[in-house]
Structures are given as structure tokens and as C-alpha cells.
């Protein structure tokens, strides 16, 4: 791939970022009528990062995240009717209706789950970049992580195996400046997130998670570094949540000037005034676009109302592999 | 029978010869599989478990990693998902409390949260249970802790013929299983089948190390030795106690057992972990929900005593169970 801009493919990262929106907003809404139980962390205002970032490396390439993970499984292509099935606990969702909001996984898309331990699904990404080695593929694996997680354990452990064993990696920091309710000050004795890396003689980099341009070149680049010569590197993408850190959290702690002043660098409305004044989008076709987004979601809410739940009976199909109830 | 002593002119090597031949065997079918833990490759194994294997099969095989069990019990969590088989070895159990979270929450339930598109076959091996003086942090028996979860397979090989079969059984599995290895028995020789013959002992298979018909001894890893010594004590006294070794405990062979106490009708539970909530805990509610009306006794469990492990030896020996508490505890249930 190359960086020259293709007119599809600048796009489609714009559809993307707007599908993600609209889904969320959806999910948002159902949550609210209670057809959507337990945790929900919406990724809204975070969208450039996966889109960008996953558009920047091949399709083949592994990704894993943490809970907040609705944005990183449609980026990768899994449907909008398979993820709204997933939050209603279907058995036509991603993961069967067994893993809800917080577990997406797609294994055809190379997308391996959405994890729900703050820094526990660190070391799995070192251990596929440690099976791409293995094997010899030269696929790299996508990490992304919030900026709560660089204080755990298992993340400090995950960087130094795969500094260590020239794992490639990318560890991605999707810094929305707060973990909850703490925000990075009260968390972190660090200036820059992305000077972790440095204990670990990794390179690393920051790019500006709202400019989803900058963050699909800032990975292209990275990704084909490490992919001839495996090595992790570390890239904090500088972002923000619109929402609450989940439905429950009216996010009383941070102030609606400070909200409101991400807003105005929007990476959907920012990327629109972009390719607009390039000549790359009409007002009609974003309508088009934004149409199809919405209507794409509110689909997907009758395909999961309609979806059967997983049957009481294959209860114990999942636990082992190839063995009923033990 | 009992499988527990050196037979002449047949092959007796030791538990950690026969750990060390299930993994070259396994290393060698399987180009999938590699081994990793502290000290493994270059060290050959804290205790010599991997003797020659980084030789044989190199540093891409036999990899040693940093002090950081949960890191690369994690690493090799990520590594099944993709279709590797590591063999993870944890210097002991005890330290493989702080790779916990990896072990319960990430290899055992990858399966369900993916909705069966992410399974974990992984093999986490080591000594577990206390040794010799080691003290409050280095001798835990972690069986119960593990047991409770589920998607976790859990074996506690008491012979080296069991360590070699079940080892190579764990490696071909396609789920998350737990060798729990003893360091006491590491230097124990016994009977095992010559190499070109393949040893595969299922998991879930319970032995019978000896038969009587008065009492059974429900036993694991390091208390069948001393099942197998009390009921030897107790036949010169009349009475025939009948051993039965686990060798797994998730899954568990409820058959055998249950078959065994249908027999004797009365049942002594000599466990390697500590009372509140252990391995005896369920077997006891299994025994009674299932044939109550065959116990003439209630059941009687020989267990740790309550406390943290103390370093001096005759407190140790205070706190473990032992030939004689066996004994003790089968008079107490044939007599009343
Ligand atoms: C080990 C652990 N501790 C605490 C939690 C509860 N928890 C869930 S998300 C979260 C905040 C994490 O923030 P961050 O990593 O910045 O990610 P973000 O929510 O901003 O995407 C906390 C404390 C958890 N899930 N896991
Ligand atoms: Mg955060």
C-alpha cells in the first residue's frame, strides 16, 4: 500500500468512522431500553484511531483490545448486525451471544477479542507476535490498550518479552487522557505515555488520534518497519471519549468546556472538511455515506431482536473443546 | 500392583527421566510445540526436568524467559490461540500465583467469551505442593484453586510412569491442562514401558494401586505413597484398605471411586492441599449425593492442618498428612 491518496480507500476510512458512530448511538439507545445488559463502553470520539490504524496495515495482521472494542470489530470488517447481536446476547453475534459487549472476537478478520482484565490481554498479543515468528509469517499483531493499563503488571511484563524475543508488536495507547474516572495526572508519573517504551529500548512514537489520516500513515509506517525487521514499538494515539467511561458514568468529573473542546477536532467532522476541500467528497455523498451508517445500524437492531438466543442446551458446548459436560 | 515400586529386569527410571522422555517425545512428533519457563534451556530446568532438550532441540524450541510468569503464561496463552501447543513450566506452582489471572481468566475461558473460535491447548507444568522446608510461600498445593475453574483440565501424576503418560496426554490435548508435578517424587524411580512403545494415559482415569474390601483410601500425587505404606500397616492389623490414586482431578473418575466405596462402604480421603474447601470437600458431597446409603462411616478427610506452612521440620511434619494420620483416620472409620 502506498500513500498516495486513493480515493476509495479515504472514504471508506470516513464510512467507517461514521458506521462506527452510528451503531454506537444505536447501541447507546437500546442500552437505555434495557435490551442490552451489563457493561458498555462506547467508543465514541475514539474512531480515527482503529480506523486509521487498521487501514494502515494488512488485512491479515492480527488485532486485540481491551473492553472497549465495539469500533475495533467493525473496522475490521465484522457486520454491524453481528455486533448489535453480540450486545443482545444472541447466538448470531460475533462471539455467539456468549461473550457480550466486552468480548467481540472475529476470527476471520483476524480481530482476537476484546478482553476485559486492564492489562491482562497484553501478553496474548505477545504471544501471537511470538507464533508469527514461530511460524514465519510476517504478519504483525495490533495491541491496543487504554491509558490505565500502562501501570498494570502484565503490561510492563508483555513489553519486556517482546523487546526481549523481537516480538512484532505494536502497542498501541489509546490515551483518552482518563481510566474511569482518574485521569492520566493522577495515575502516571510520566510526561509522555509513550516514554514507557524507553524502558524497554523500544521505539515509539504520538500521533494524533483524531486526525485518522496521520494515525493510518503513522501505522503504515511502523507496521512495515517491524514486518521486515520484527520488533514491537510502542505508538500513543492521542484521543478523547465523548461518553461516559461506560453507560453508567455521567462523567462528572471532567468539564463540558474541556468535552467541548475535543469536539471541535471531531475526527469525523475534521476528516469530512478534509477530503471535501480535496475535491474527494461531495455533501451528497456524505449524506449518502451517513445514511447508509445509520441505516446500517438500525438494522442491526432488528436483525438482533429477530436472532434467537443460544440454546439453553449447548450450554456446556464451550467449555471444552469436543466434550459435552464433565 | 501398585505400580509405586521398581520391578526387576524391567525398566525403572525416574519421575523426572519420564517427565523429560514425554517431552522430547512430544517435541519431536509435534513441530508445534515448544517449552518455556525460567530456566529451562540453558540452565537445563531448575530441576533438571529439561536436562539436554535445548541440545536436542534448540533455542527456538526450548526457550528460557525472564522472571515473569504471568508474561509468558500469557505469551504462551496467545501462542494457543494461533495454534501452538506451549508447554509453560512454572519453576514451582506456588509461583504460578502470580500469573493467576492468565491461568483462570484468560486460558480457560477464551473458548466461551469467543463463542468457540479461540481455543487455548496449552500445558502449564511444575512441582506443586510443599517439598521439603520450604516455608510459608514456596509450598502451596494449588490444586483446589485451579479446580475451581472451569475450562481447566487438572492431572497430579503420583508415579513416573503417570508423570510420562499423562504429560504427553496434557501436550496432545486441545483445552487448558495443569501437570501438578511433585518435587518429592522427582528422584522416585518406578516402572515405566520401554521408549519405542507410546505412553498415553488418559486424563480422568483413576488407578487402583491396591485392592481391599474394608475401607478406601482416595489418594493423589504425594499422599499415595503414603496410602499405599498405611495400607500395607493396616493389613498386618486385618484390615485390607483399598487405594485408589486419582491421578486426575478435573476430570475426575467418579466411576472408579464410587465403584470402590460401593465395595468397602467406608472411605478415607488423604489429600495433598488444605481442608477448607478442598479436593476432599467435593469428593466427600460426590460420594454422599450419589450412594449415601452404601456408607456405613462418615467419611474422614487427612489434609494440611489449617496454617500457613511453618519452616521447622517437626512443625512441618505437624502440618502434613502422613502414613500415620492415614492410619489413623481408617481405624476411626472401621470402628465406627
Ligand atoms: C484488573 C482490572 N482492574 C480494574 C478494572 C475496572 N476497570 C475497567 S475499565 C477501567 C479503566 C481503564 O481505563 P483505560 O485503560 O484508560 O481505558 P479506557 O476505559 O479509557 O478505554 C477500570 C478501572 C478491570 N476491568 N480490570
Ligand atoms: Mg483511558
Redesign the pocket.
Same mark, same amino acid.
Given at each position: 500500500m502506498d500513500k498516495i491518496q486513493n480515493k476509495d480507500a479515504e472514504v471508506k476510512m470516513l464510512s467507517d468512522m461514521l458506521l462506527i458512530r452510528r451503531f454506537e448511538e444505536r447501541a447507546s439507545q437500546q442500552y437505555q431500553m434495557q435490551k442490552i445488559g451489563g457493561f458498555c463502553?462506547l467508543y465514541i470520539g475514539q474512531e480515527a484511531v482503529v480506523v486509521g490504524s487498521v487501514a494502515g496495515v494488512r488485512h491479515d495482521d492480527y488485532i486485540i483490545t $481491551?473492553? !472497549?472494542d465495539h469500533g475495533h470489530a467493525l473496522a475490521r470488517g465484522t457486520t454491524a448486525n453481528a455486533c448489535m447481536a453480540e450486545l443482545f446476547g444472541k447466538a448470531t453475534g460475533c462471539s455467539k451471544g456468549l461473550g457480550g459487549s466486552m468480548h467481540f472476537f472475529d476470527r476471520e478478520n483476524a480481530m482476537l477479542g476484546g478482553h476485559?482484565?486492564? /492489562?491482562?490481554h497484553v501478553p496474548l498479543a505477545a504471544g501471537f507476535g511470538f507464533a508469527s515468528r514461530y511460524k514465519g509469517e510476517d504478519r504483525v499483531t495490533l495491541c491496543y *490498550? /487504554?491509558? /490505565? $493499563?500502562i501501570n498494570?503488571g502484565a503490561f510492563h511484563e508483555a513489553l519486556n518479552l517482546a523487546a526481549l524475543y523481537n516480538l512484532p508488536v505494536i502497542f498501541v495507547c489509546?490515551?483518552?487522557y *482518563? $481510566?474511569?474516572g482518574?485521569s492520566v495526572t493522577r495515575s502516571t508519573g510520566l510526561k509522555e505515555i509513550a516514554d514507557r517504551a524507553r524502558g524497554y529500548d523500544m521505539g515509539s512514537c504520538a500521533v494524533d488520534g483524531m486526525d485518522v489520516r496521520a494515525v493510518r500513515d503513522t501505522f503504515h509506517d511502523v507496521a512495515e518497519k517491524i514486518r521486515k525487521e520484527p520488533q514491537p514499538w510502542f505508538v500513543e494515539a492521542r484521543t478523547y !471519549?465523548y461518553r461516559g467511561?461506560s453507560m453508567s458514568d455521567p462523567a462528572t468529573y471532567r468539564t463540558k468546556e474541556e468535552l467541548e473542546k475535543y469536539k471541535e477536532s471531531d475526527p469525523i467532522v475534521k476528516f469530512r472538511a478534509v477530503l471535501t476541500q480535496e475535491g474527494l467528497l461531495t455533501q451528497e455523498r456524505f449524506d449518502e455515506l451517513d445514511e447508509a451508517a445509520k441505516q446500517a445500524a438500525i438494522e442491526s437492531v432488528k436483525f438482533a431482536e429477530d436472532s434467537p438466543e443460544p440454546p439453553v442446551e449447548e450450554l456446556y458446548n464451550y467449555t471444552f473443546v469436543n466434550e459435552g459436560a464433565k | 500392583m501398585s505400580g509405586l515400586s521398581d520391578h526387576p529386569e524391567t525398566r525403572n527410571i525416574t519421575y523426572r527421566q519420564a517427565l523429560n522422555e514425554a517431552l522430547a517425545e512430544e517435541l519431536e512428533r509435534d513441530p508445534n510445540v515448544f517449552l518455556m519457563g525460567e530456566e529451562v534451556a540453558e540452565y537445563n530446568g531448575a530441576y533438571k526436568v529439561s536436562q539436554g532438550l535445548l541440545e536436542k532441540f534448540g533455542a527456538k524450541r526450548i526457550v528460557d524467559a525472564p522472571i515473569s510468569e504471568g508474561g509468558f503464561a500469557g505469551l504462551g496463552i496467545g501462542a494457543a490461540m494461533l495454534g501452538l501447543r506451549p508447554v509453560i513450566e512454572f519453576m514451582t506452582f506456588s509461583f504460578s500465583l502470580v500469573a493467576f489471572?492468565q491461568v483462570v481468566n484468560n486460558a480457560p475461558n477464551m473458548m466461551t467469551m469467543s463463542g468457540g473460535q479461540f481455543t487455548v491447548p496449552i500445558t502449564f507444568r511444575g512441582p506443586n505442593g510443599p517439598a521439603h522446608q520450604l516455608g510459608a510461600t514456596h509450598s502451596h498445593s494449588t490444586e483446589s484453586l485451579f479446580a475451581n475453574f472451569p475450562g481447566l483440565k487438572i492431572c497430579t501424576p503420583a508415579t513416573a510412569r503417570d508423570a510420562k503418560g499423562l504429560l504427553k496426554t496434557a501436550i496432545r490435548d486441545d483445552n487448558p491442562v495443569l501437570v501438578l508435578e511433585s518435587e518429592l517424587l522427582y528422584n522416585v524411580k518406578s516402572y515405566v514401558e520401554p521408549e519405542d512403545q507410546e505412553l498415553l494415559i488418559p486424563l480422568g482415569s483413576a488407578e487402583i494401586r491396591r485392592d481391599g474390601g474394608d475401607v478406601t483410601i482416595l489418594c493423589y500425587a504425594q499422599t499415595v505413597r503414603m496410602a499405599v505404606d498405611a495400607a500395607k500397616t493396616l493389613n498386618a492389623e486385618g484390615i485390607r484398605a483399598e487405594v485408589v490414586d486419582l491421578r486426575s482431578i478435573k476430570p475426575l473418575d467418579m466411576e472408579t471411586i464410587l465403584t470402590s466405596v460401593a465395595k468397602t462402604h467406608r472411605v478415607v480421603i488423604a489429600e495433598q492441599d488444605r481442608p477448607f474447601c478442598g479436593i476432599g470437600s467435593e469428593l466427600c458431597y460426590r460420594i454422599q449425593k450419589e450412594i449415601f446409603d452404601e456408607l456405613d462411616a462418615p467419611i474422614l478427610r487427612v489434609a494440611q492442618e489449617e496454617v500457613p506452612m511453618p519452616y521447622n521440620e517437626a512443625l512441618e511434619k505437624a502440618v502434613l498428612p502422613s502414613e500415620q494420620k492415614i492410619v489413623d483416620a481408617v481405624k476411626k472409620v472401621c470402628n465406627a
Amino acid at each position: 500500500m502506498d500513500k498516495i491518496q486513493n480515493k476509495d480507500a479515504e472514504v471508506k476510512m470516513l464510512s467507517d468512522m461514521l458506521l462506527i458512530r452510528r451503531f454506537e448511538e444505536r447501541a447507546s439507545q437500546q442500552y437505555q431500553m434495557q435490551k442490552i445488559g451489563g457493561f458498555c463502553h462506547l467508543y465514541i470520539g475514539q474512531e480515527a484511531v482503529v480506523v486509521g490504524s487498521v487501514a494502515g496495515v494488512r488485512h491479515d495482521d492480527y488485532i486485540i483490545t $481491551a473492553y !472497549r472494542d465495539h469500533g475495533h470489530a467493525l473496522a475490521r470488517g465484522t457486520t454491524a448486525n453481528a455486533c448489535m447481536a453480540e450486545l443482545f446476547g444472541k447466538a448470531t453475534g460475533c462471539s455467539k451471544g456468549l461473550g457480550g459487549s466486552m468480548h467481540f472476537f472475529d476470527r476471520e478478520n483476524a480481530m482476537l477479542g476484546g478482553h476485559a482484565i486492564v /492489562g491482562g490481554h497484553v501478553p496474548l498479543a505477545a504471544g501471537f507476535g511470538f507464533a508469527s515468528r514461530y511460524k514465519g509469517e510476517d504478519r504483525v499483531t495490533l495491541c491496543y *490498550f /487504554g491509558d /490505565g $493499563a500502562i501501570n498494570q503488571g502484565a503490561f510492563h511484563e508483555a513489553l519486556n518479552l517482546a523487546a526481549l524475543y523481537n516480538l512484532p508488536v505494536i502497542f498501541v495507547c489509546e490515551n483518552n487522557y *482518563f $481510566a474511569m474516572g482518574t485521569s492520566v495526572t493522577r495515575s502516571t508519573g510520566l510526561k509522555e505515555i509513550a516514554d514507557r517504551a524507553r524502558g524497554y529500548d523500544m521505539g515509539s512514537c504520538a500521533v494524533d488520534g483524531m486526525d485518522v489520516r496521520a494515525v493510518r500513515d503513522t501505522f503504515h509506517d511502523v507496521a512495515e518497519k517491524i514486518r521486515k525487521e520484527p520488533q514491537p514499538w510502542f505508538v500513543e494515539a492521542r484521543t478523547y !471519549r465523548y461518553r461516559g467511561h461506560s453507560m453508567s458514568d455521567p462523567a462528572t468529573y471532567r468539564t463540558k468546556e474541556e468535552l467541548e473542546k475535543y469536539k471541535e477536532s471531531d475526527p469525523i467532522v475534521k476528516f469530512r472538511a478534509v477530503l471535501t476541500q480535496e475535491g474527494l467528497l461531495t455533501q451528497e455523498r456524505f449524506d449518502e455515506l451517513d445514511e447508509a451508517a445509520k441505516q446500517a445500524a438500525i438494522e442491526s437492531v432488528k436483525f438482533a431482536e429477530d436472532s434467537p438466543e443460544p440454546p439453553v442446551e449447548e450450554l456446556y458446548n464451550y467449555t471444552f473443546v469436543n466434550e459435552g459436560a464433565k | 500392583m501398585s505400580g509405586l515400586s521398581d520391578h526387576p529386569e524391567t525398566r525403572n527410571i525416574t519421575y523426572r527421566q519420564a517427565l523429560n522422555e514425554a517431552l522430547a517425545e512430544e517435541l519431536e512428533r509435534d513441530p508445534n510445540v515448544f517449552l518455556m519457563g525460567e530456566e529451562v534451556a540453558e540452565y537445563n530446568g531448575a530441576y533438571k526436568v529439561s536436562q539436554g532438550l535445548l541440545e536436542k532441540f534448540g533455542a527456538k524450541r526450548i526457550v528460557d524467559a525472564p522472571i515473569s510468569e504471568g508474561g509468558f503464561a500469557g505469551l504462551g496463552i496467545g501462542a494457543a490461540m494461533l495454534g501452538l501447543r506451549p508447554v509453560i513450566e512454572f519453576m514451582t506452582f506456588s509461583f504460578s500465583l502470580v500469573a493467576f489471572d492468565q491461568v483462570v481468566n484468560n486460558a480457560p475461558n477464551m473458548m466461551t467469551m469467543s463463542g468457540g473460535q479461540f481455543t487455548v491447548p496449552i500445558t502449564f507444568r511444575g512441582p506443586n505442593g510443599p517439598a521439603h522446608q520450604l516455608g510459608a510461600t514456596h509450598s502451596h498445593s494449588t490444586e483446589s484453586l485451579f479446580a475451581n475453574f472451569p475450562g481447566l483440565k487438572i492431572c497430579t501424576p503420583a508415579t513416573a510412569r503417570d508423570a510420562k503418560g499423562l504429560l504427553k496426554t496434557a501436550i496432545r490435548d486441545d483445552n487448558p491442562v495443569l501437570v501438578l508435578e511433585s518435587e518429592l517424587l522427582y528422584n522416585v524411580k518406578s516402572y515405566v514401558e520401554p521408549e519405542d512403545q507410546e505412553l498415553l494415559i488418559p486424563l480422568g482415569s483413576a488407578e487402583i494401586r491396591r485392592d481391599g474390601g474394608d475401607v478406601t483410601i482416595l489418594c493423589y500425587a504425594q499422599t499415595v505413597r503414603m496410602a499405599v505404606d498405611a495400607a500395607k500397616t493396616l493389613n498386618a492389623e486385618g484390615i485390607r484398605a483399598e487405594v485408589v490414586d486419582l491421578r486426575s482431578i478435573k476430570p475426575l473418575d467418579m466411576e472408579t471411586i464410587l465403584t470402590s466405596v460401593a465395595k468397602t462402604h467406608r472411605v478415607v480421603i488423604a489429600e495433598q492441599d488444605r481442608p477448607f474447601c478442598g479436593i476432599g470437600s467435593e469428593l466427600c458431597y460426590r460420594i454422599q449425593k450419589e450412594i449415601f446409603d452404601e456408607l456405613d462411616a462418615p467419611i474422614l478427610r487427612v489434609a494440611q492442618e489449617e496454617v500457613p506452612m511453618p519452616y521447622n521440620e517437626a512443625l512441618e511434619k505437624a502440618v502434613l498428612p502422613s502414613e500415620q494420620k492415614i492410619v489413623d483416620a481408617v481405624k476411626k472409620v472401621c470402628n465406627a
